[in-house]
């Protein structure tokens, strides 16, 4: 098992910035790909951004420009880097890890709520 534990999620005007962090422990050999994902009120869990072991990553439309994601593998840990922020940014961020070693297990972390107000 893989446990995830995310920090850094709050209240911010628009225009702001906030830094996610999540870390991983428990059985994390095999670590691959973490992310962030979120869901809004109403809306579906979404991909907003995720990076292989490897370095590279990939964006939601929606964030490209204003959101850098980046990790530590010596900590396993994924960051996530918000500038900018919207309204629309608010929403439950959380991460996600996948460990493969003869198959690919998904985990999650609880969530943090980012509140950006206008």
């Known amino acids: 098992q893989v446990q995830l534990v995310e920090s850094g999620g709050g209240l911010v005007q628009a225009g702001g910035s906030l830094r996610l962090s999540c870390a991983a422990s428990?059985?994390?050999?095999?670590?691959?790909?973490m992310g962030w994902y979120r869901q809004a009120p109403g809306k579906q869990r979404e991909l907003v951004a995720r990076?292989?072991?490897?370095?590279?990553?990939n964006y939601a439309d929606s964030v490209k420009g204003r959101f850098l994601i980046s990790r530590d593998n010596a900590k396993n840990t994924v960051y996530l880097q918000m500038n900018n922020l919207k309204p629309e940014d608010t929403a439950v961020y959380y991460c996600?890890?996948?460990?493969?070693?003869?198959?690919?297990?998904?985990?999650w972390g609880q969530g943090t709520q980012v509140t950006v107000s206008s």
């Open positions: 996600n890890a996948d460990t493969t070693i003869f198959k690919t297990v998904t985990y």
């Open positions: 428990g059985r994390t050999f095999g670590l691959n790909a």
């Open positions: 990076v292989t072991s490897g370095g590279d990553s």
